[in-house]
């Protein structure tokens, strides 16, 4: 923390400098607090320390190009932002309603798989900020297991970049169903282990219950979405209410409570990711049915040649060539695509003027919204309580900024 | 004689099926002159319509409020720059009503005049869930938004000049500081 030169106002008030680099402040957001003894009297964000530029560099690349830029923006949900530009994409195409099944099972565990591991890390850090370190272990290796499996599939733990137009970049292995299987297997009985260190925890309990409370109108005032929309009491979940994926085949409920306080968010997660794993397990049983189908669309306009076609045939070669150096061209127009990331409704934008290149690409980071509340919630809260509202929004600094 | 005025209504039933309910677009137009549906491909099939700046704010606050079908939930305010248009400077803004899970998107256009910033009415003293976003297109855009209580950059430092996203925004790199001339170099 570093002190402002001029630390005390005229009322006899201090200024103190929460971040950019303080560890509960999640990345680098910076928080201007103005305090009373311990009590905050206004809070004021600053942020754009970890501006990338990233809707300007997509728009100087292909459609395909760009897909391994939206990795970055929510780094710790790296397969949603994939998903949703993809399927901002596909619109584009009109190709939407045309990806095969296979292709769509496997995005709806990986989305799945994401979401537990996002929560995991907001879990362990939630946790940790309020003095817990045990939990923040434990989460770390659950996540472990989910990195593994994203490992297994592309090769790389994080930025997999995954998805492609039209489907998947490449079938996922063998072992892959039977990665996942352990880890269904496993998963509910460690998240009754995280319960049984944190739900009942008297400290915990202080530390989060009436804390933060952010009422229905207030929620839906601010332009929340995701579980802190939910643990205000609106049932309102991309997954459900604007299915895509075929996630409306699937059976589970959506987590949602009245309270609107860092406890009710903190059990919507923790039941989220119960749900996530049933989601999975039914995921997995219809991959292992769908054993050898298709995982990419057949569309020349957008998916490449197979590489075998490409030795034999010169056509072939020359529509690889194009793809890959011209790209795909769409019709212009404008196309919207909501997924429902671990942080709540993340969305991508597309507007194209009929060129190789988008337009204009917006991303709609739910972190950027969600937070716009926190001055609100933690002015007149303790200045401890701060830590805990921000956990518990879960803000991903690298969404927010762009 | 008797039997006629029924048999007379039942034929008309039959032969005229009843007008569809007016959609919420045309309730807009309807209400706010100057707005339209604009000729462009929403390959999102999401009901657009355009308003004209002066009735944006009345318009949002209309959907929210009024409107039979209750778009309760401000989605995203985003801008886009379209250089060759008579009025470059696009905001768009995309609502979601929980009764209907239906969702809309307004847009509105404004020119800008010489180097004077394109004014657009702020909604976000009717709407706080605007607030944050409308500073991102001013940062980002340049569109200044009239009565918005907090209207800063908010991703580039206060003292950047231009506004980024802009299409004669040049994307290019950095000039290199210390640039070693072939000369120089030896």
Redesign the interface.
Known sequence: MVMLEDTRTESGRMVLNMGPQHPSTHGVLRLMLELEGENVTQCIPDMGYLHTGIEKMSEARNYHQALVLTDRIDYLAPITNNLSYIMACEKLFDVGDKVPERAQVVRVILSELTRIASHLIWLGTHALDLGAMTVFMYCWREREQVLDIMENISGVRMMTSFMRIGGLVADVPDDFAGLVVDFVRVMPRKIDEYETLLSRNPIFIDRTRGVGVITRDGALEYGFSGSCLRASGVEFDVRVNLPYCGYETYDFDVAWSKEGDVYARYMVRMREMRESVRIIDQGTKRLLALKGAAIRLDDPRITFPKREKIHSSMESLIHHFKLVSEGPVPLPGEAYAAVESPRGEQATYIMSDGSNMPHRVRFRGPSFYNLQVLQHTISGGLIADVVACIGSIDIVLGEIDR | MVQQPPSEGATEASDETPPPPPTDIDLVIERFPGSFVPS?????Q?PTVRVLPEHIRQAISWLRHECPTRF?????V?G???PDRVEPFEV?Y?LHS?TT?A?I?VKCAVASHGDELPVIPSIALI???????ER?IYD?FGVEFTDHPDLR?????NDWEGH??RKD?P?GEEPVEFYRTASAGA
């Open positions: 462009w491909r929403y390959a999102d999401m309760d939930m401000l989605v995203d985003g886009s720059h379209w768009t995309i929980m899970n969702r998107r709407w706080s869930a605007a607030n944050w976003p991102e980002m950059r908010i991703l580039t430092p980024p996203l925004f994307l």
